[in-house]
């Protein structure tokens, strides 16, 4: 790689990071604003909300969904997390190359 090209995919790999970083944000505020798992609830992680219509009332319903739904934003923010970690390898590595030359 010549160091034009160097520069340009470090610039498109601080880009990569900074969107990783504007997920990882708005991951993490919307998980602040979800509910934690009640103890009563657990036992029913698994479960699918449309299965419990005709056992539990719409508010209950709705609470696992929002619960389900922060346990897999929280899944999703580590996955953002690692994988902008792998892209700042790359990006030190582009780095170091672009030092080297």
């Known amino acids: 790689m010549n160091k034009e090209q160097l520069a340009e995919a470090i610039k498109q790999r601080e880009e990569e990071i900074a969107h990783y970083q504007i997920n990882i944000d708005n991951y993490t505020a919307m998980i602040a604003l979800l509910p934690l798992w009640p103890d009563r609830l657990l036992p029913h992680r698994a479960s699918e909300p449309v299965a419990l219509i005709e056992q539990w009332p719409f508010d209950e ?3 696992l969904s929002d619960l389900q739904f922060r346990d897999k ?11 902008q970690r792998k892209s700042m390898f790359v990006l030190k590595a582009l780095q170091q190359k672009m030092e080297a030359q």
């Open 61 to 63: 319903i709705q609470l």
């Open 73 to 83: 934003l929280e899944r999703t923010l580590l996955t953002e997390r690692l994988e």
